[in-house]
Every structure is written in C-alpha cells, then in structure tokens.
C-alpha cells in the first residue's frame, strides 16, 4: 500500500537572517547552540491511499483533501514538538533584565514639576522610609495625569542586557487601578448613611457642659 | 521601666519620623491612648508593646481611647488597640460624625487594592472592632464624638482627675463636611488611596486636669483662620476650663501654622515642658530649624521623640543604584522607624517643677 506524506508545515520563516530551522541547520550548529525556541507541533501526517488510486491524479488530491479534513479517516497521526529554531552565539537575540532595586512609592504631593513620594523599598524591607523629590519629567507622559496625591506607583532599576551591549535603566510605571462606577458610588452613600442613622442612636458622652 | 505609682501622673510620647502616640496615667491603673503609631517591626502599636512591657493589663486597665484625627499618622494600629483593650471607651472628632466622612469610610473598604491605604481604612478596622464587641450592631459606634466642652473622663478616686475635649469648634465641624465631601469619589475617576491634606482643625486638643498638674495635648489643631475656628477658637471658647498647664504636646509636631502665642501666655504656665514628635513626609519636614528656635523661646524644656534632625542618611546600596538615585531625585531622605519615647511624670497635686523627664530610645533634648 504506497503512503503519500503531506508537506510539512512550517511557519516561522519570516525572518531568515535572525532565525534558522533548527532541524535544517543539522550539524551546523551542534553542541554550541545557546538557545533553543520549541516551535509548533510539525504536523507530520502519513495517510494511507488506496492501492488504485495514482499519485498526483486529481482522485489523489481530493481523497488526501478528504482525509486531512477528518480525523477519523486518519490512521495514524504524529504530533512532535520539536526545536523550530536554535539560536547561535552571535546571532542569538540574548536580553536579559537583571533588577538591582525595586520600590513602592506614594505620592504625597504633586507641584508644577516635581512631585515628593515616600519609597517603600521592596528589595531589602528592612531598610528604612524615603521621603524622595522626583521631577515630573522622569515620568513616562503618559502616566503623568495619573500623578495624584496617593497615587502609587513602582519603581525599578536595573541593567537591560542585550546583544548590543548593556544599558542602566531606570523604569517608573504608575499602578492602574480601575473607575469608580455610579452604583458603587451609590452603594457607598446609602451605606454612610446607614452608619449615620445608627452612631446618632447612639452617642453616650458621659456629661457635656 | 517600671508602671507609675497610683498617685502620680504620667504622660508618656512616642514617634518615630512618621506616627505619633500619646499615652497618660490617669491614677489608680487607670490609662488612657490618644492615638497611635506602630513599633520599630511595623507590626504592632508601640503603645501595647509599652504597656505590656511595664505590667499593665490592657484589657482592663485602658479605659479611654481617642483619635484626634483621621491622618495616618495619628490612627495606625488603633483598631488592634481596641481589640486589646476590650473595656476601653473609644472617642474621636465631632466632625467625623457626618455621612461626608462615612461615605470614605466605607468607600475605603472597596479600594484596600491599594496599599498603604488611608486613615478612612483603620477608622473601618475601627469600627468592626467595635461591632465585635456586641451582638447588637444598632450599638456600635464611638462612645464620644469629641468637640469643645465635652468632658470625657472622670475620676475622683484616688485623685481628682478629668480629661476634657477643647475642641473641634461648631464651626469647623460644619467646615468639615465640605471638606471631606471633596474628598468622595465620583464616577469614572480613578481608585485611588484617599488622601487628606486639608487644615487639621477638626483635631481633638485633649485637657488632663488633675488637682496639681495639668497637661495640654495638641494633637495637629492648627491656629484657624478667625476666632471660630483652630487655637483661636479655643482661646475664645467660654466652655474652656480656666487652668494652666504645666505639660504641652506641642500642636503639629511644632509646625509655625499651629502656634500663637495664646497658647502659651494663656493654656500654660510659665516655662512648661514641651514634648513634640517630628514629622518627616512632604517637601518640609518639621519642626524647622525656625520651629525649634521660635519654641524655644517660650521654653527651655523643649524634647523631641527622635534624634534632631529627625531624617537620616539614606541606606547605602548598589553602587549603580545610587548613581541612577542621583541622577533621577533632587532631593532624598531617610525616615527614622524606631519610635523614641520621652516619659514624664509627676505625683498628682505636684507643681510645674516636679515633672521628671526621662528620655528612651534616641529620644532628645532641642
């Protein structure tokens, strides 16, 4: 019984000069690959045909059609996971991010250009409060309308490590926290005054003068 | 350290460089909290390590516990407090008894998300802790709204002693509505930590009158801007008990906007002792060097919880880090945790020269 293999389907190719088929490269690369990205599942299906149908014939291709179509028509099917790309010294993308400090901050004041912020450092809590001056341009634009007194917001540095050499980064990202909504709101009021109604029931003060 | 004797007055301050406690013997066990601040491990109130440390049972032994205001300074680890001190009175400020400032009491419970959240959250803690109290929650609540005249303590066994309330004035408790009503969110804005910066007039200045000796504790009450409002108000004030104290908790860590000098020609005596926590957040800590020097000439018995200035050195880190510090924040400082505690104390009917002052913990003398 003759067998037909369909194509391998392989779908990371769009950059040939950054990334290699790892399976293609063989012994190219060998033992010195650094990195190796898994690609998807490589669909490898062996369909058994009839006997009289000729390969290549319109009959062929339609029946190979049918049963790609329909898996319970497929006798056999091999799902691997095997490398798609192996990343060579030189070549490979490396970028690595490693953090030398990290803290929590909280606005306490906001001014034309500068804001002051207490730093709870995340990185040792042993260490001490900082009550720190920031100026305004070290934020990103966009997060500076989010810039409130009790806004928080992180703080990290660290070495940005690239194929290109390393950078010292310094990264501040305001913390999104979600809307109030009208029934939350809503909620909250007719709750207050639920609170309201009970206290007024209730204050005992000992003697007023 | 050991507990005070029965008859001998004790006013004891702690705070760190954020945070600030007063604790007062009123004679015979008998104690009362004003405010809180957490010990140096950030995990429980100084004022339970304190007492615990020299032999008081809290639970019986705290009878009355006040916040003076709402500012995180003033409120962290009160609720643990309450829950200690399960036969203590609670009391706080008039002008919080309003739905303006139970709206952001209960609207904090919905922003916890956020950390390092404000003092709305702990007045929450407070209020559970209360409800956990009794099986009837139409009872929870605080038993003192504290404003101008109110008396909130009173004793005459073993000595005669009374702690009254000067203030919030009527008219700063009216004022504060509008205040706080800024403060509540509106649809679509961000949830955010609700943070007060207003006037601390709605404060809870606190007077402890005893046979002899009087202490005067001035939480944040600013001056006010006329005579109905801040120290102003209190000077005025026809329900005022007419005495002079010998003892002072100087009024917003001794910040300009809280002295006049009403306060000290006409609440004190001549030279009282002067005992201040600093505050260390915010473009400008306090006292100032201004501050210090304005004080000290009303007084020579000037202390201050922490070593002056109150700010350190920041730690020292990664070389890298403090070259990214350097170049990205114009100005940087540490704030001290451990909370310094400056004790005095006094047998009850003494006078103004037999305040002993004892200093623990980096506490100073400005």
Known sequence: MPTATLPQIDEARSDPFRFRNADAMGDEIGEEADAMLPSPPLRRREVTLEQNVAEGSTEHVQRIQQVEGSTEHVPAMQQDVAPLIRLSPGQAPQRRFKVLQQWEGVVSEVADDTMWADLYDLTDQSNPLEVVEIPLEEIDPADQPLLRPGSVFYWCIGYDDTSGGRRRVSEIRVRRTPEWSQHAIDSMKTKALDLLKRFNGKDESTTSQ | MNPPQANELELSLFGAGIGECVVVHLGAGNWMVVDSCLNAAGDKPIVLEYLEGIGVDVASQVSLILITHWHDDHIRGIAQILRYATSARF???????????????????????????????????????????????????????????????????????????????????????????????????????????????????????????????????????????????????????????????????????????????????????????????????????????????????????????????????????????????????????????????APFGGKPEDLMVDLFDGATAL
């Not at chain 2, 009491?105 to 916890?112: F, M, R, S, Y």
């Not at chain 2, 600013?222 to 908790?249: H, M």
């Not at chain 2, 109150?310 to 990205?328: F, I, L, Q």
Request: proline fraction near 7%; charged fraction near 25%.
């Open chain 2, 91 to 345: 009391g706080c400020s008039a002008a919080l008894n309003s739905k303006e400032f139970l709206t952001l009491v209960v609207a904090d419970e919905d922003i916890k998300l956020v950390e390092h959240t404000s003092g709305a959250s702990e007045f929450a803690d407070v209020l559970k802790a209360l409800d956990s109290r009794t099986s009837k929650p139409c009872r929870a609540g605080p038993d003192h709204w504290a404003c101008d005249g109110l008396r909130l303590y009173s004793e005459a066994n073993p000595c005669r002693v009374e702690v009254h309330a000067l203030s919030p004035s009527s008219q700063t408790v009216t004022d504060t509505k509008g205040d706080i009503a800024g403060l509540i969110p509106t649809a679509h804005q961000i949830i955010r930590r609700f943070h007060s910066t207003g006037p601390n007039d709605l404060s809870v200045v606190l007077l402890v009158s005893t046979a002899g000796l009087h202490l005067l504790l001035g939480a944040d009450l600013e001056r006010g801007g006329d005579r109905r409002r801040g120290w102003q108000a209190i000077l005025g004030s026809a329900l005022r008990p007419r005495v002079t104290s010998s003892g002072y908790k100087v009024a917003h860590h001794g910040s300009k906007n809280a002295d006049i000098d009403g306060i000290w020609d006409n609440l004190l005596v001549n030279n009282p002792c002067a005992v201040l926590t600093p505050f260390a957040r915010g473009p400008k800590p306090l006292p100032s060097d201004d501050d210090v020097s304005r004080i000290k000439k009303k007084t020579n018995r000037l202390y201050c919880t922490t070593a002056w200035p109150p700010t350190k050195s920041p730690p020292r880190r990664d070389k890298a880090v403090e070259r990214t510090m350097r170049e990205v924040v114009r100005s940087r400082r540490a704030v001290r945790k451990c909370p310094g505690h400056i004790r005095v104390r």
